[in-house]
């Protein structure tokens, strides 16, 4: 179904095209959007980032259905086309088949246009696929359910085989489509009211007053999703540090970490400071402020990390630049609990990050799985005897989750207390996460 955008310029579709071939070569989707957005400032140009902003992310979180679909009008396969010209025909594809405001022929117009720098013969390619695209594009179906299950999925959701079998490994058959439907969907704003400035009552009739909607979530308390916001840092409270951004599945899966009032934890992997931040929080209301070392090995992301907690007034909270891989003599049974939320294949963020669908590949996940597991050998001797250490991450794949979760407590003296997989449906609005909390034992 087509969204609602705007008729838009060549300039800002080849803004577009250099946000997506940016990707191609290993960037990260959203910092070369931002790259791009910087450079047409003011308030007179929102249309103008709205449109590169929606473009972008829907000709990403399309590309294998746009493929699947250009694949049966195009002379060669969109596996074999120079990167340019496929973006190319992906963005119009997108703006014909998802973006209401754009009538066709512009969208063929400007891409013809966009082709032009690879030559006459690139500009008679494009163009000839766009108008056979156009006059077949209503007989154009889906894969048949009922003959190949998994092939529908992944063409109708335009998600990785791989990341459709992990999801149907998870949840079975029967409710794989709801959660891919989930992980489709626009991603909601979560933020978590810092207490220690404000109360929740309080940051509530703020939010509300400024017209903002705002909805209480039982399963996390002090979370609120939040609706007709405009820009995060603009929304009241913000530069006041009376809330940070925090997504309902993180914050609901920390509860059950037992966070002692008064006590010490050490956030091996912490920047930029989400977990950090609510472990102090959650031992300040349970009745006293601890001490939390928030730690990493980027000196970058401790900046901002630093910046963070100065925001939002958190004194307790220290950064240390250091590796999570590498354990510290000097932490050796200091610590009442250790985070460690590791790197990750991060396919539960599949909503606010499409382009994970093509960057991450499933012996990129498997690959990881050695590192987050000396991660978590490093980790562990930080703990006291009784300590708790929470391992998480931002991904639904079995082996990085639930085999790690296996293997710690198999070859570690620790007993598992918790264990979550959070998904997105049409009941959980969070993203993909998992939590672990594991008891040391002696």
């Known amino acids: 179904m087509k969204t609602a955008s705007t008729v838009s310029t060549a300039f800002e579709r080849g803004m577009v095209l250099a946000v997506l071939t940016a990707v191609s070569g290993g960037a990260m989707a959203d910092q070369a959007l931002h790259r791009q957005l910087l450079a047409i400032p003011g308030p007179d140009m929102a249309q103008a980032r709205r449109f590169i902003s929606r473009l972008t992310r829907t000709t990403l979180e399309r590309t294998i259905t746009l493929d699947f679909f ?241 925001r939002l007034g958190l004194s307790e909270i220290t950064v240390r630049q250091h590796s999570a891989a590498e354990s510290c003599a000097a932490d050796e049974k200091m610590y009442d609990t250790v985070i460690a939320d590791v790197p990750c294949s991060g396919i539960g963020d599949l909503r606010r990050k499409p382009d994970i669908k093509l960057r991450v590949r499933h012996t990129d996940s498997r690959a990881l799985v050695p590192v987050q597991r000396k991660i978590l050998a490093a980790s562990f001797p930080a703990l006291k005897p009784g300590g708790r250490l929470v391992y998480s991450t931002c991904t639904i794949a079995h082996a990085e989750n639930q085999g790690n979760a296996s293997w710690f407590e198999e070859h570690f003296p620790v007993k598992k207390r918790f264990e979550k997989l959070y998904l997105p449906t049409d009941k959980w609005p969070g993203d993909g996460f998992y939590a672990a909390v594991f008891e040391r034992i002696c």
């Open 70 to 310: 250009l694949d049966k009008v195009a002379k060669r396969p969109m596996r074999s086309q120079k990167p340019d010209i496929a973006w190319i025909l992906r963005m119009a594809a997108a703006q014909i088949l998802y973006m209401d405001s754009v009538p066709d022929a512009a969208a063929v117009h400007e891409a013809v246009n966009l082709a032009g720098g690879e030559g006459a013969g690139a500009k008679a390619f494009v163009n000839g696929t766009l108008r056979s695209f156009l006059r077949q594009k209503e007989s154009f179906a889906y894969p048949d359910r009922k003959e190949n299950a998994d092939r529908y999925l992944q063409i109708r959701y335009s998600v990785p085989a791989w990341i459709v079998q992990e999801v149907i490994r998870l949840t079975g058959r029967d409710r794989a489509e709801e959660v891919l439907a989930a992980f489709e969907r626009e991603a909601p704003l979560f933020i978590r009211v810092n207490t220690a400035r404000i109360s929740a009552g309080a940051l509530e009739r703020k939010l509300m007053a400024a017209g903002m909607r705002v909805y209480r979530r039982p399963e996390a308390e002090g979370i609120f999703l939040v609706e007709d916001f405009g820009l995060v840092d603009g929304i009241p409270g913000f530069a006041e540090g009376e809330f940070y951004v925090q997504d309902l599945s993180s914050a609901a899966a920390y509860r059950a970490a037992g966070f002692l009032p008064g006590g010490s934890v050490l956030d091996v992997c912490g920047a930029p400071g989400g977990k950090s931040v609510q472990a102090a929080l959650l031992m300040r209301e349970a009745g006293a402020a601890g001490k939390v070392q928030c730690c990493d090995i980027s000196e970058k992301r401790l900046e901002r990390t630093a910046d963070n907690v100065r």
